[in-house]
Structure formats: C-alpha cells, structure tokens
C-alpha cells in the first residue's frame, strides 16, 4: 500500500516543487527524502505545514491517496442523496436492508439516515423505531457536530417533533445555528455551511406547515432572508429562492411566489432527466395547501 508520504512525493513532482520548497524550516532534507520513500512518518502539525506549501488541503490528500476516490462515507452518503433527489425509492430501500446491520458504524448511520428520509417522504410524523433509532441517537448525543454530521441534522426535525413537540425545534434550531458559525469565518464561508444552514431551515419549513405551526413559519422568512447569498453556491440560492417561494404561497404575494417558484422549476426542467425530483413534489403538495390555508384565514387576499 502506498504511504502518505509516496503520494507527497508524486504531488511534490506533478507540481514541479523541489524538497526545498516544500520542507524547508519544517523537517531535514534527509527525513524528508526517508519521509517520501515511505520508510519514515510524521507528525499532523508538520504534515499540515508541508500541505500548505503543497497548496492542497487534507481532504485533497485523502482524495488523491485514495487513487482520486472519495471516503467511504462520503460514496454512501451520495449514493443515498441522489438516490432520494430522483425519487428512486426502491435503490433506497435496498441500500438501507443491505447496509442497516453493516459492522460499519458510518454505513449503519447512514442506513438509519436514508430510512428517516424514506419515512419523511410521505409521513407527517416518525417515531423512533429500530431504523430511525441510530441518526436520532448519534446526532442527539453529539455536543458538537461534524461537516459530515450538519448535513444528516435536517432528518431530526420530523422525529423531534413526534416525540417532543414543537417547542424542542427552537433550542435544535439554536444548537444547529452555533455549530454553523463555528464554520464560518471572516474569510468567507470556506466549507458551505450556509447552504446546510439553509437546508435545516427549510425542513424546519416543512415540519411547522406539517404540523399546522403557521406562526412559527411564518417567521422563518427572516431566517431565510439573513442568509447572504454571496455564502451559497449556486445550488443554495436556487434552495433559497425556492423556499422564499414557497414562503411567499402561504404568507405572501401569490403571483411573486408562483414566479420565484417557475424560476428555479424552469431551471430544473431543462436537465433530461431532472435532477431534484424533490422540488416538483413539494411544490405540487405546497401549492394546494397553501391554496386551503389562504382560503381559510381571514386575513389573506384568495389569489
């Protein structure tokens, strides 16, 4: 198996950077060629230093070291995400029968993780079952969470909710806020946080008109809005149009919803096939309960 240092090596050549370059003040020359040859190893906080003459980041090594093949979890997580996004229910129920008793921790989380998805599909409410029991444990536990971990805490809304009601969703909500911030710096927002930020906000979104929590929201409209877009990537401010959109259906202007929501349909639309599913359902059930709720509530005009 080749070593870390072998890969340093080749990434050393590829770039055309002499050992000088890149392990000068850091360790000798002599280690360094040991080091590359695979006969010595060396310590993260020097590991790090030489990364950054190498102007590449640890999970670009990982990635190159792998024979330019992401993590593990990271090919499951994907595999699970699209399988959700194109609505291929079956590739996820199988995914989730042959890994849920994997002796992988991370394939039994995502497991657990994709079965929470499946359930919330088409389920107001999820209780905790032996599927959904090991997210729901592994994310509720965590004092802090992981990049890895931010993008799975969406899945608790639906389960937290069953379980303790809708006024545990404003502490989950204040924990998920902190823990983005510990992400985001005064450089800009280097690992997106924003968009996972936003994507709680809207499953948020979705528990509160699940659950008839039209005030709360209501409110949610703000928290959508104080996101700088300039954070997003180009799939989080499509995401924050969408949810200003559907927004704009309930509480809003009908015609400026109905617009943002063409936009980003129309977008969607040109890819053969579509690549989120998700938004074409959650647009077709939205629209029709955002058209009771207007009809029902004295203080909107009916379209």
């Known amino acids: 198996m080749t070593t870390i240092g072998e890969t340093i090596h080749q990434i050393r050549l590829t770039k055309g950077l002499t050992q000088k370059e890149v392990y000068s003040g850091i360790i000798s020359r002599s280690f360094a060629s040991r080091f590359e040859s695979g006969a010595n190893d060396i310590g993260a906080s020097k590991l790090f230093a030489i990364l950054d003459n190498l102007a590449i980041s640890a999970d670009e090594l990982r990635f190159i070291h792998q024979n330019y093949q992401p993590s593990s979890y990271d090919q499951a997580f994907w595999t699970i995400r699209h399988a959700y996004e194109t609505q291929n229910f079956p590739v996820l129920a199988a995914w989730i029968r042959n890994h849920q008793h994997s002796p992988h921790a991370y394939e039994q989380l995502i497991a ?3 079965s929470i998805l499946l359930l919330s599909y088409d389920h107001r409410s999820i209780g905790v079952t032996t599927a959904t029991q090991p997210a729901f444990d ?6 802090t969470w992981t990049l890895q971990e931010l993008k799975l805490v969406p899945v608790l809304i639906p389960i937290i909710t069953t379980v303790d009601g809708l006024a545990a969703l404003a502490p989950l909500t204040t924990h998920m806020e902190a823990n983005c911030a510990r992400y985001q710096t005064a450089w800009g927002d280097p690992f997106h946080v924003s968009n996972d ?26 928290k959508f809005a104080a996101i700088d877009s300039h954070q997003l990537n180009w799939d989080g401010r499509l995401s924050q149009q969408f949810w200003s959109g559907i927004w704009a259906l309930y509480f809003g202007d009908w015609q400026t919803g109905n617009q943002l929501l063409d936009e980003v349909v129309a977008l969607e639309a040109h890819h053969h096939p579509r690549i989120d599913n998700t938004l074409f359902a959650i647009r077709n059930v939205r629209t029709k309960q955002a058209q009771t709720y207007r009809q029902s509530s004295p203080h909107h005009d009916h379209f």
């Open 138 to 143: 592994h994310l509720r536990q965590a004092k």
């Open 112 to 114: 657990s993780y994709a």
């Open 197 to 222: 930020l936003l994507d709680f906000y809207g499953s948020l979104f979705q528990g509160e008109l699940n659950f008839h929590d039209f005030q709360s929201a209501k409110k949610l409209q703000t």
